[in-house]
């Protein structure tokens, strides 16, 4: 497995040139957060990334997590790492200074735990889970329960989790078994919750579990779920009725413990009510949605790496000779047209994802911190928007991508040995946990696109169109047909939008058998749009001479790529998600 190199050039030039860090820099709250703190903050976040996590990765592929009496015991090194981020106040970054964090904008956590992702996926999910956890609580917890938790957990000496799924409840979560029985002014927890990624481990001194219950007179369904807290070390230092009584085998991220909890085997768990009764699941959204971008962000960075390795081997491997080869004897597959092609759909596609990414944190920022309403609510529906394309899209293509990373190595990628393997074994859960991709699919359809009959859909568009004009004017034939590719694209995504308008609210089915071609389809469209800001910002670098070693160069011509390969795409895909959708519900089960 080759070393991961943190891609701080393209994250600066992502986060400073494509989304804007002055704006976000200039928001109410960030005035600390300066262009000189932001690249402290990434050199020191890629050291960390390159020199402690990546190291583990596969460490912790081999030995994996194992269940030890009543503790999980985690990979050599794991214990040391977390310290590393403890003592260095990371997992509080995003956090206001009032509970021990850094205050510091989204956008800045999100290049970080990029870089985290990438070095070692099954470890960030800890520091991803607890940020999560960190965020419900400080919503809709009380004072006082904020004052006992929040401290710790921001700092990370404790971390936290997500208890929702059950053995009956996948993601219908509306068949929630697990019992609270009010005692005192606290709760007695009793039942059995799967699949919680890092339920149990010895990284910290406490683990907070937020647990999905039921009340004794909870209405039935989803209107009847509360939220709780519930510790594995309760606060006279005794253990709490909660165990991890079993570890999932898994395909990947296999350091990374995945637990099933039991919670009450001995008289019942004590918890505590976070906010309101029955509106849990509300508030278990906040860590859902946070999730939901973080796994999405996953599919970014494990399709970074396999492509840095993909990319590492098709230069040092040497075998055959290329087609239209002038130099002397074989050459490196790396100048092979089809190895070049396949790298050049890794690269490109990544460099949409960091722009979804980026974009959508920045207007997490925007959202919570701009001074006018407006602009807030703008933001927020801009954000809303990007979550199920991020999550969706995103963990979709970082799977493909980590597959073409063992493509590009041939049979050496079937081996384990090489490293190219655990790419593709990690990147498999990413499209399944937090939300498959149908559940992001439909949630693009039904809460982003029915909900307001297409509205903000046909802005975004109108956008995408727009810059699309722009390329197109500017006398260029590279931005042009970078232009032209998108216009087309987008025209396509909005006669899609235009047909589920018309059709879904009266054919829910259709809707649905529509809903998975339509987010790859915006998907691909919005990449489109990221990389070709990229392409406008790079052509009047170029103009201007500062494009001394071929950076923005290289954003030319990768965006010219994506624009010919990946944004042709968008017809077949208007086809599947419209015409394409009748053949789905027509088709009898019986010939299935």
Known sequence: MTAYIPPLRDIRFTMEEVVGLDAVTALPGFEEATAEMADSILTEAGHIAEGVLAPLNRVGDEQ????????????EGWT????????????GLPFPAEHGGMGLPNLFNTAVHEMWQSANMAFTLCPMLTQGAVNAVSLYGSDDLKARYLPRMVTGEWTGTMNLTEPQAGSDLSAVRTKAVPEGGMFRIFGQKIFITYGDHDMADNIVHLVLGRLPDAPPGVKGISLFVVPKVLPDGSLNDVRCVSLEHKLGIHASPTAVMSFGDHGGALGELVGEPNRGLEYMFVMMNHARLSVGLQGLAIA?????????????????????????GPAGIVHHP???????????????????HYTAAAAADIAHHHPDAEQRRQANLRLEFLTPIAKGWCTEVGQTIASLGVQVHGGMGYIEETGAAQHLRDARITTIYEGTTAIQAND???????????????????????????????????????GHRLRQAAAAAGRAVEWLVANGPASPGLAAAAAGPLLELMGVVTGGQQVALAARIAKAAIGAGRDHDGFYAAKLSTARFYAEHILPHAAALENAATVGAAAVVGIEEALL
Do not use: C
């Open 444 to 482: 693009l359809v039904n809460r982003k696109i029915l909900r307001d009959q297409g509205a903000f859909a046909r802005t975004l568009l109108g956008e995408f169109d727009a810059l699309a004009g722009e390329l197109a004017g500017q006398g260029d034939a590279s931005l042009a047909e970078v």
């Open 80 to 91: 040391d790492a977390w310290k590393t981020l403890v003592e260095g106040g990371w997992n």
């Open 338 to 356: 089809d190895v070049r092609r396949l790298l050049m759909t890794m690269k490109s596609q990544i460099e949409a994802m960091r722009g979804i």
């Open 304 to 328: 970074e790496r396999a492509y840095q390795q993909a990319l590492a081997y098709a230069r040092d491997r040497v075998q055959g000779k290329p087609a239209g080869w002038t130099g002397a």
């Open 64 to 75: 994996g997590a194992r269940l030890d009496g009543m503790t999980v015991r985690t990979a």
